[in-house]
């Protein structure tokens, strides 16, 4: 079994920062694919940013590219999600999610475990 606890979302006005986290525990954590997913109210879950076992691969959303930065830290089997130049219309709860495979995916359905979420709420 595993867990995720995301941790660091709150408000913050237009054009600042935040830093997420997501503290993993119960399974050989560097194996695996993982993901950052948001959900804005009456809106469907969306792929944020995704990060390869080793770290040497990331990915992103295009709404994002450019703003946000993923990193892992295997030792301390982590995930970090760096948030700036925010927008209103990054305003979501945030999740991290662990796909148990190292391949690149987007699909929500494709991950196996997921974090409760982290509101994230940037004023104008």
């Known amino acids: 079994q595993v867990q995720l606890v995301e941790s660091g979302g709150g408000l913050v006005q237009a054009g600042g920062s935040l830093r997420l986290s997501c503290a993993a525990s119960g399974r050989t954590f560097s194996r695996y694919f993982m993901g950052w997913f948001r959900q804005a109210p009456g809106q469907e879950r969306e792929f944020v940013a995704g990060?390869?076992?080793?770290?040497?691969?990331?990915y992103y959303a295009d709404s994002v590219k450019g703003r946000f930065t993923i990193s892992r830290d295997n030792a301390k089997e982590a995930v970090y999600l760096q948030m700036i130049s925010l927008k209103p219309e990054d305003t979501a709860v945030y999740y991290c999610?662990?796909?148990?495979?190292?391949?690149?995916?987007?699909?929500?359905?494709?991950?196996?475990?997921w974090g409760q979420g982290t509101q994230v709420t940037v004023s104008s």
């Open positions: 990060i390869s076992g080793s770290g040497e691969d990331t």
């Open positions: 999610a662990l796909r148990l495979s190292s391949w690149y995916e987007k699909n929500e359905y494709k991950y196996s475990y």
